[in-house]
């Protein structure tokens, strides 16, 4: 109701029954309320915190007891920092999509990796990879060469799956992305159709002498992923010429990567969710050579999102066939413990040298949890 351009100052007490989802939304609610004058006073916000299903970023100001004066500003000059990188490094780029702003392309969190030999990229020449292009194919390419960046729209008419007749087509659009990584020569690929290792894309930018990463190297992207559990299993085992391939999907399929199994077959397909530097994330890994996440971000974000996988599969130290070791295996509990914890004692040191007060609203929601399941 109170959208942008709304101002009066003289409202101070807001109900927020409906959460948003959005840290920018909720920034530009609060600061409808919060606006300074001397004969008015403090402002009040009241939020029904039984509302879950919340962004991280939101999840500190719906905690047990938190202050919004501390928070507000922190989160806010974060949201501001962000914006300002994303910025810079859409101005980067050079070209322009018609009626497509760059800003609202988000592609899904999936590529394939190449290693590279090349000095220097040729983005200029990944035509070569759309061989379609004529007529019946249009290639909107845009560039940022500081960020080692092409994005690439591509449209072709092909023709309906109900009919055989020419004159009956539809038009397919594609987005393709390519980074290049040069301290790890690496080749980073995005093809939104999902339907090959693009490596015709790989040597019109990099020359043929680039390879790609495939098992075993590829389960490089499972380590520092804590609190693993695998949803997908799929693994091939060989019996004699031929190759048999079984899949399982659910909480429980990590049972499947007991040594006996592993003795005899080799990982496929693997995918599952964990925690990664305190937020939770999801990753997924093929024995081909992609890698993917159940995520959707704006091409600044997807840029550091591969630099992330390309570190860990770059790293030689990771042995890939131990980073699954550890893995959760849920097991049914039909009966209460015999015991159960009724608090927390935190160390006080940790308490004196709070950083952040997204670490004290974490501490508030881990009690809170602890005394309603006591």
Known sequence: MLGEGFDMPELKIAAFHDL??????????????????????EPVFIANTADVNLKEELRALYAQDPDWNLLLPHLSEGAIGQELEAQRFMGGFVGQLDEIPLTEIQPAASMVLYRTQCARWTPGAFKAAFKGSSDSEQVYPILNEAERMLVVIAARRQGVPWTDISTVDGVAWELCIAILD???????IHGSANNGNYSDFAKALCGDNVELIKAPDVFRVFAGINRLMLTNVGLDEQLGRQIRYTGRMGPDVGALLADATLATTTKAVLAGVGFENGGLTSVGAGKRGRVWS???????????????????????????????????????????????????????ELLDHVESATTISFAHTINEQLTKSG
């Open 294 to 348: 159940n995520l959707r971000l704006r091409v600044d974000q997807f840029a550091a999102w591969c630099k992330n996988i390309g570190s860990k599969i770059d790293d030689s130290n990771i042995d890939p066939e131990q980073v699954l070791r550890g893995t959760l295996i849920p097991t049914l509990v039909d009966s209460r413990p015999a015991a159960v914890p009724v608090g927390v004692d935190w160390p006080v």
């Open 20 to 41: 948003r989802k959005s840290l920018a939304v909720t920034l530009q609610l609060a600061g409808r309320f919060t606006r300074a004058r001397e004969d008015l006073g």
């Open 182 to 188: 040069p301290d790890k020569a690496l080749l980073y």
